[in-house]
């Protein structure tokens, strides 16, 4: 959906499909990110439900987070846009534009909203939530929100040179708190209902103040060193494919 926000162009992507039609493994991540590029779009602002796994983390809190931790198990086609021919191994220590997570953090702070910068979201495969189990093992880890959708879209944005942060709303403690109830779809929607208002607060607020802020980060150029197939031996097809994301490198 393409319209404006506070006067601002802005693209509007709900990632499992009007009506909520794709599960986590099943979701186009490169479609969805492609399909960003291709809109002009230079920075994504990724609003996720997620389940918290430490105390300090409680519902209706936000997070934004500036790592991602890996456990998902079919997802490899949907994880890069890069095979067929043209092999680019991007940087991905740092997976979170910081110039956007600011932006965020200013954005939550107007809107009066319990807040925490930093941490790891560990990214599972689902649709199943965590079994205790698991849950505590995360948690001896050191991660700190779960989710299931967000680690594929920060590596196809940083592959596509967009600028990626992640608002997430807190809904439940997952299943490791022992005075808490497991997680439920009853009590995932039932926080994420009374967070909508205060992620589209957030939201309205980032928008504007990124309308007249010029890109200072090195999204824009992650791929200046990354590919390293020369470009006399990428095939045509997957040139041609690829156009929108590394047709500016074609001819170096």
């Known amino acids: 959906m393409d319209g404006t926000l506070e006067g601002v162009r802005v693209a509007f ?60 198990r079919a997802r490899a086609h949907e994880s890069t846009f890069f095979g067929d021919g043209i092999v680019a191994h991007i940087t991905f220590a ?10 965020l953090e200013a954005a939550c702070g107007a809107a009066d909203v319990r807040t925490h910068r930093g941490g790891t979201y560990l990214c599972m495969e689902g649709p199943a939530f965590s079994t205790k189990a698991e849950s505590n093992v995360y948690r001896s880890w050191g991660m700190d929100v779960i989710g299931m959708t967000n680690l594929q879209e920060a590596k196809l944005a940083r592959e596509a040179e967009i600028c990626y942060a992640t608002l997430a709303l807190v809904t439940d403690y997952d299943c490791w708190h022992e005075e808490h109830d497991a997680v439920s779809v009853e009590t995932v929607v039932e926080y994420l209902n009374k967070n909508v208002r205060n992620a589209q607060v957030i939201m309205r607020d980032a928008v504007k103040q990124l309308s007249d802020k010029p890109r200072n980060c090195t999204c824009g150029s992650a791929l200046k060193n990354a590919i390293f197939t020369a470009p006399n031996l990428w095939p045509e097809a997957t040139k041609k494919k690829l156009e929108a994301i590394v047709g500016k490198y074609s001819t170096e």
């Open 13 to 72: 992507l709900p990632r499992h499909g009007r009506g909520h039609l794709f599960t986590p493994t099943n979701l186009p991540f490169r479609a969805n990110i492609y399909g960003m590029k291709l809109l002009g779009v230079e920075r994504i602002l990724s609003a996720s439900a997620v389940g918290s796994l430490q105390e300090r983390y409680a519902p209706l809190d936000m997070v934004i987070p500036d790592q991602f931790f890996d456990r998902t």
């Open 94 to 103: 740092h997976p979170v534009c910081d110039e956007l997570g600011d932006v």
